[in-house]
Every structure is written in C-alpha cells, then in structure tokens.
C-alpha cells in the first residue's frame, strides 16, 4: 500500500510560488494514479489536481488550472505540485492522494491512501 508524506509547504506572498512533493515510501508507486486535493479554512476538501500512473495524463480544478503544475518522477517515487501566481484563497492544508488504477484519466474521486497534509499559507 502507499505511504504518503507530503512537504514543502509554508508561508508564501501573494504572486510567489511553492514546490510542494509527495513521497510514497511503497512499493507500487509506479501502478498508482496520484492527486492532489486541500481544504480550505472552514471549507470541505477539495480537488486540486491529479496525474494519471504514467504521467500521461492530468487533470486540474478550475480554480488552480494555468497556475498549477502536477508532476511525477517515478524513480524517486515522488509526485510534485508546483504552484505559481498563489493566491490569498489557496491557503489550505494540502494532501496527496493515491489510487491503484491504470486509468489514462487519473480522476477525482476514488483515492484509497492520504498522506497527512502540508500547510500552505498566502499572505496579501
């Protein structure tokens, strides 16, 4: 199963960009599709962006899309968020997702392993 840890969270001025990554310590990472989702301060969690088991496909919110970018690098066992532009209103815990499917969309729903979350916080 996976084992997710997420870093690279912080505090970051509006305009300013965060790397965040996610490592699985598993041993399939490579048969997982991948997300990202965070939650907002008083907010239900919500889809961010996901990357399919190979990297060939992605799929993006509409509040993040042009701004974000999810990556994967698979010997490093490790799916990345790079974000750029940030905004006040991305301020939230962000969590990594897993899900064992060869689907080339990854999905939004349907993630079975979590990592424990990494703070992000945007300052106007």
């Known amino acids: 199963q996976a084992q997710l840890v997420e870093s690279g969270g912080g505090l970051v001025q509006a305009g300013g960009s965060l790397r965040l990554s996610c490592a699985d310590s598993?041993?399939?990472?490579?048969?997982?599709?991948m997300g990202w989702f965070r939650r907002r301060p008083g907010k239900e969690r919500e889809f961010v962006a996901a990357?399919?088991?190979?990297?060939?496909?992605?799929d993006y919110g509409d509040s993040v899309k042009g701004r974000f970018t999810i990556s994967r690098d698979t010997a490093k066992n490790t799916v990345y968020l790079q974000m750029t532009n940030l905004k006040p209103e991305d301020t939230a815990v962000y969590y990594c997702?897993?899900?064992?499917?060869?689907?080339?969309?990854?999905?939004?729903?349907?993630?079975?392993?979590w990592g424990q979350g990494t703070e992000v916080t945007v300052s106007s």
């Open positions: 990357i399919s088991f190979s990297g060939g496909g992605t």
């Open positions: 997702g897993a899900k064992g499917t060869w689907a080339v969309v990854p999905g939004r729903a349907g993630y079975d392993y």
């Open positions: 598993g041993r399939a990472f490579s048969n997982y599709a």
